[in-house]
């Protein structure tokens, strides 16, 4: 078999996402088993961009049940129920939900903004994703208020951000515009839902699929790039 037959396709995956999403995390995480079984065949780039579930969402928070119940019209017994199952699915997949009676939902804005500075400024320590998966667990497995700056600053900084330089974009605000930007290109792009997956900027797909729909959708990718 040839060289080019036998080479890595480049698939650079964009995934549209908000940190307090549980359904974020579960497709996350599928996708990255969906990857360990092809890494012989895909070398993946992900790139993480953002979508505020709850734009108006003022500081402090509000409680989840109360939320969701105002939001969704989700009743106690579907919010039982609803925990339950993203609880059981995170374990198989290697994630821990801690869902509690006094849960909240916050405001993500100024977690984009130390995300974009991650991406944007701080691309070559490669700790985008490290620090999304920090905020993740954060948030869904240790009861951490992910609007306030002290929490921020303290999970940038367990990925080897640099302290100094995550405390002032979060004081200042100077990335505030660009994520705004980034938001409504995404919007304007047709995505209103999270997670959404799309595939060297052309083939999106919305969803937490199953394992094996994100191998077929990443084999897919492959065969139409030319080797």
Request: negative net charge; charged residues 25%; glycine residues 6%.
């Amino acid at each position: 078999m040839s060289q080019s037959n036998t080479a890595k396709k480049h698939v650079r995956i964009d995934i549209v996402s908000d940190v307090v999403c549980p359904w974020c995390v579960i497709g996350y995480k599928r996708l990255e088993k969906a990857l360990s079984t092809m890494d012989s065949e895909i070398e993946a780039e992900i790139h993480w961009h953002p979508f505020e579930l709850n734009r108006k969402m003022p500081e402090g928070g509000e409680n989840l049940r109360a939320h969701l119940a105002a939001k969704y019209g989700t009743t106690l017994e579907g919010s039982i129920r609803a925990r339950a199952n993203l609880t059981e699915l995170g374990a198989e997949l290697g994630f821990r939900f801690d869902y509690f009676d006094e849960m909240k939902m916050f405001n993500t804005f100024k977690a984009h903004q130390l995300l974009h500075y991650a991406r944007e400024y701080a691309r070559e320590q490669g700790k985008e994703t490290e620090l999304k998966l920090r905020l993740f667990s954060a948030f869904f497995g240790e009861r951490k208020e992910i609007d306030q700056n002290e929490v921020l600053v303290a999970e940038a900084v367990a990925v080897g951000l640099d302290e100094g330089e995550c405390r002032a974009l979060l004081s200042d605000g100077r990335f505030a515009d660009a994520v705004r930007t980034e938001q409504v290109t995404w919007l304007n792009r047709g995505v209103h839902a999270v997670p959404t997956f799309v595939l060297n900027g052309e083939r999106a797909i919305s969803g937490a699929h199953e394992v094996s729909a994100m191998q077929q959708m990443l084999e897919s990718c492959a065969q139409q790039i030319e080797s």
